[in-house]
């Protein structure tokens, strides 16, 4: 049987650390959500030309691109624009992991879904893994890894389901407010 482990959790808590230290350590594939919800708005898809046609050229960069950071702006501000989005956006996602799942061949694969729960897509694994970190923490990075304000960072922390709820339907808690080794210690543990 596939060990299939979905690693969510909220925004900055360690979820990037904790899949690279799984494909270092442990050579453990890694299907990524957040690469596959790029492809899904790369120059020339039908979703990024729905976002276009919804949002026009505040979305908009000058060589075609979708603005991130101005589309950021109306959906982290706005869930039913956020839900929209993600409608477009999800199904996607959802195939690409369905493909890569069936071609891979080893017994443990990673699926990075920092959205997890919000795109139920807990269907797509055999155990959930949930790294948190205290909100001060988490606040930290977000202001230094994004260059956010505290509202800003506040609003992207508020539009995820809260870590506690994570955490309650988790099968690994690992927390990430103390030091490096210590979460590699807890990865370790979980892995088994």
């Not at 702006?73 to 989005?85: D, L, M, S, Y």
């Not at 891979?104 to 807990?122: C, D, H, V, Y």
Request: glycine share 6%.
């Amino acid at each position: 049987m596939k060990r299939i482990i979905g690693i969510t959790g909220g925004i900055a808590t360690g979820k990037t650390t904790v899949s690279n230290y799984l494909a270092e350590t442990y050579q453990l594939p890694i299907l990524d959500a957040d690469i596959y919800a790029r492809e899904a708005v790369k120059p020339g898809t039908e979703i990024l030309q729905k976002i276009f046609a919804r949002y026009g050229e505040k979305v908009q960069l000058s060589d075609g691109t979708l603005n991130r950071q101005g589309l950021g702006e109306i959906i982290f501000h706005n869930p039913a624009e956020k839900e929209w989005v993600e409608a477009q956006i999800h199904p996607y996602v959802r195939q690409r992991f369905e493909s890569e799942i069936a071609r891979e061949m080893g017994n443990i694969i990673i699926l990075a879904i920092p959205l997890l729960f919000e795109a139920n897509m807990t269907d797509l694994v055999t155990e959930i893994w949930v790294v948190s970190c205290n909100q001060e923490e988490q606040l930290k990075r977000i202001m230094e890894r994004d260059g956010f304000d505290l509202a800003a960072a506040q609003a992207r922390i508020n539009s995820q389901l809260s870590l506690e709820d994570k955490i309650a339907r988790a099968n690994v808690a690992l927390d990430n407010s103390t030091t490096l080794d210590n979460l590699r210690q807890q990865v370790d543990l979980a892995l088994g």
